[in-house]
T-cell receptor, first 110, second 113 residues
Framework: NAGVTQTPKFQVLKTGQSMTLQCAQD?????MSWYRQDPGMGLRLIHY???????DQGEVPNGYNVSRSTTEDFPLRLLSAAPSQTSVYFC?????????FGPGTRLTVL | AQTVTQSQPEMSVQEAETVTLSCTYD???????LFWYKQPPSRQMILVIR??????QNATENRFSVNFQKAAKSFSLKISDSQLGDAAMYFC??????????FGAGTRLTVKP
């Protein structure tokens, strides 16, 4: 049972480049979410999904896109990376009350 | 929007002693969940304890317990018999029924041998 997996673990981008952070879970959870964690701050919710085909914005959605075509996968897309998006990104999936987090992706945008 | 405040950026405790981490939140909802997460240097987010707002009884998990004061919107974490492995960042989190989740800025706990 792998839980929540994220790839890649580290990524360096140049300003304006695009990329997709991958997230997958094998717990058959309907709810999945993406967070970013900046130094000195807690996690902030970017986007979330309550099931396949349904997504919604969180606290800081600008600059990010998501889609949910399957229960297992919830990719996060950066269409045009900016230095302000340098952060650690966490994906999580949830049963009815508790979230389980992936190991995180450290993204640097130069 | 809900906000979560952790007023103690850093705390220190002697090994085997007890420490309490503070958390307050602001909400107009009556039904929600509260959590404490631990984040060691590995960066992994580890669930420590959770509390459902409709339950008056304070949650307990081994050496970890909470003091949930719903009217005061307070949710503190007590760690008893502190161990070196408890050293980490601790985050308080609020989750509403519509799945919106908010985290506090964290408290860095140091455990002294």
């Amino acid at each position: 049972n792998a839980g929540v997996t994220q790839t890649p673990k580290f990524q360096v981008l140049k300003t304006g480049q695009s990329m997709t952070l991958q997230c997958a879970q094998d717990m058959n959870h309907e709810y999945m979410s993406w967070y970013r964690q900046d130094p000195g701050m807690g996690l902030r919710l970017i986007h979330y999904s309550v099931g396949a085909g349904i997504t919604d914005q969180g606290e800081v959605p600008n600059g990010y896109n998501v889609s949910r075509s399957t229960t297992e996968d919830f990719p996060l897309r950066l269409l045009s990376a900016a230095p302000s998006q340098t952060s650690v990104y966490f994906c999580a999936s949830s049963d009815w009350d508790t979230q389980y987090f992936g190991p995180g992706t450290r993204l640097t945008v130069l | 929007a809900q906000t979560v405040t952790q007023s103690q950026p850093e705390m220190s405790v002697q090994e085997a002693e007890t420490v309490t981490l503070s958390c307050t939140y602001d909400t107009s909802e009556s039904d929600y969940y509260l959590f404490w997460y631990k984040q060691p240097p590995s960066r992994q987010m580890i669930l420590v304890i959770r509390q459902e707002a409709y339950k008056q009884q304070n949650a307990t998990e081994n050496r970890f317990s909470v003091n949930f004061q719903k009217a005061a919107k307070s949710f503190s974490l007590k760690i008893s018999d502190s161990q070196l492995g408890d050293a980490a960042m601790y985050f308080c989190a609020y989750r509403s029924r519509n799945n919106d989740m908010r985290f506090g800025a964290g408290t860095r706990l140091t455990v002294k041998p």
